[in-house]
């Protein structure tokens, strides 16, 4: 195993009773990267962590840890922070306390504990809040309250279970670049499971999108915003307009696209709305629905071979519901899916 790996998995499954959760899953991180587990609910995202952590026994595979196997190790021996979605701060303990209180109980006292209470505290900018108590704080201060508690046990991989989900969107922007910056100026491996495609893209170095136990697609969000590879993967990061290719033919689900040229020899195609040029080409549609959106205008059209979202710049004439016209979907517009 490499040195610049933090964390892999190998050929991990986990079951709850007799149903599967995650089956023979493989993954490698490496040390100092930020990874989104993303996916919908129930895709396996969340019970990976928790078998990361220790909270999950797993039924087959192997978890190693600076390529040390830790499968069967105990949680508190891990070396591997979490940091909850509830924060689980103690509401009666100061800010000062809460981020003290793994480290008392691993022995640590005196001018020792301080020094790191302090340290972690800083690292968050919020060290002249270290005598309130968390009902005084904010969401977005409690959050980071929670973040220096596992910061200050040095964690060799630090989990965080949805870390935005909590926040109003303002406070969810603001700790965005709070985390970005904590994990580069301290270089630890995080990884953070998340169902927001825009928090991941936002985040991470590297994205590990999963469906129904298994891994989807691994890249970077440049990777997984312009070429998904697959139908799930494009419509989870909002191509809203996805086509199979059968026997040369473009193929909605309802009908097959008057589509003129060849067509890549893949699985399908995938537009986003702002890749459909209205005003031209040779598809036909009925204005359904419009909304402003402040730079933009977005349609919802009715076709012949079903429902196309489409967008475009909200400086051009808008046309009205009910109206008809005409549109194009130029391949070389498209995301060109690999696989179904």
Known sequence: MSDATALSLEKLTLRYGNTTAVESLD???GKGELVALLGPSGCGKTTTMRAIAGLLAPSGGTIRLDGVDITRV??????IGLM??????FPHLTVFDNVAFGLKLKGIKGADLRNRVESGLKSVGLMDYAARKPPELSGGQQQRVALARSMVMEPKVLLLDEPLSNLDARLRLDMRTELQRVQKET???MIFVTHDQAEALALADRIVVMRKG????IGTPEEIYNA?????VADFVGFENIYSIRDGRLHSDTATLPIDGPLPDAAGLAFRPRAVVLGQGNLRGTVRGV?????TREYVLETAFGTVKAEADAAL???RLGEELVFDLPIQNAAILSRQ
């Open 84 to 89: 909850f979605q509830s924060y689980a701060l």
């Open 291 to 295: 909304s402003f959106a402040g730079g």
């Open 228 to 232: 998904p590879v697959s139908h799930f």
């Open 74 to 79: 105990a949680t508190n021996k891990r070396h």
């Open 187 to 189: 270089g630890v491996t």
């Open 27 to 29: 993954l490698t991180i």
């Open 214 to 217: 298994a891994i989807e697609q």
């Open 317 to 319: 004439p808008a046309y």
